[in-house]
């Protein structure tokens, strides 16, 4: 009810026809509630773009109002986007520095979906493993994360579901930290948005997102994995500064992105199985370019 009381509130003030919502209930921080950040305004008349995503959302970063929704706390597969949650819980408890021995063989697990082929027994750093995590979305890199953090895959999922109570994603669930498709295994438009925020904290992980390809190696030196960034938008598109793609069968082909308007504000947009994911991402973020202002 209170959020919608709001909800009406903003469109009074910004005008007919533009879709919002207001941010989630988040832990009390005396700090933070002293901060003003400005609000988005929406031009007169500005018209809504035609997404054909499943669910769609297009979030202020520093407000967390949302400029565009479309069934955006509809309950759909994230595939990779789960590893998004993986990598907070990393980067909250680990070191960059940190040794990791990869002891399973996962090269006997096609289920993992995308790898870098790290081999078992081969040492390697957590910045590194992050790296392959995000940048080519690679399975194994979450396997060998997920057990040096907890111990086991299922401990480290009991982590990530408890992670997501803490953050207040209320409609979001995992079992598993690669983001394969899992009954039970689920999220939102508006949440993953709010779960994208949280990793902006950490200035690795806004490093790592924006690269386009990149080379890590065992710590000997020996052994070398090199990829390509996933985001087709890297790179191709001005103001774009990455953040996750996802594919499989149950959850279609699903992108967020961070973009930076001239002016500096960020704006993350969260495209949810759509038959043109990289298009409709940047049809959202140019829409918000040429119709707010803040």
């Known amino acids: 009810m209170f959020r919608s009381l709001i909800a009406l509130l903003l469109v009074a003030g910004w005008g007919a026809g533009i879709p919002v919502a207001t941010p989630k209930a988040k832990t009390f921080d005396p700090v933070s509630i002293l ?22 959302l297009l979030m202020d970063v520093d407000s967390g109002i949302a400029l565009f929704q479309k069934d955006a706390d509809k309950r759909i597969p994230m595939a990779s986007l789960t590893k998004i949650m993986t990598a907070i819980l990393i980067l909250e408890s680990h070191k960059l520095s940190e040794v990791v021995t990869i002891e399973d063989d996962f090269n ?82 508006f949440d993953l948005a709010t779960l994208v ?4 904290r950490f200035p690795d992980f806004r490093r790592i997102v924006r690269l386009s390809s990149a080379t890590i190696a065992s710590t000997n030196g020996k052994i070398s994995h090199s ?65 707010f202002s803040w």
């Open 227 to 291: 990829f390509k960034s996933t985001d087709e938008l890297l790179g191709n598109y001005l103001g774009i500064y990455g953040v996750k793609t996802g594919t499989t069968d149950g959850a279609g082909q699903s992108v967020i992105n961070l973009a930076r308007t001239p002016s500096g504000k960020e704006v993350l947009s969260v495209i949810l199985d759509s038959p043109n994911r990289f298009q409709e991402s940047k049809s959202l973020i140019d829409w918000s370019f040429r119709n």
């Open 197 to 200: 925020r949280s990793a902006l």
């Open 35 to 56: 901060e003003v950040q400005p609000i988005p305004k929406a031009a007169d008349g500005a018209s809504v773009p035609m997404i054909e995503a499943k669910s769609a």
């Open 108 to 189: 006997r697990a096609p289920e993992l979906g995308v790898r870098i082929w790290l081999q078992q027994y081969e040492k390697i750093t957590v910045g590194d493993l992050l790296i392959g995590l995000l940048v080519p979305s690679a399975g194994d890199a979450a396997m060998a994360l997920a057990k040096h953090h907890s111990g086991s895959v299922e401990q480290f999922v009991e982590a990530m579901n408890a992670k997501a109570t803490e953050l207040h994603l209320s409609n979001t669930h995992f079992r598993n930290p690669i983001g394969l498709d899992e009954e039970g295994h689920y999220s939102t438009a």
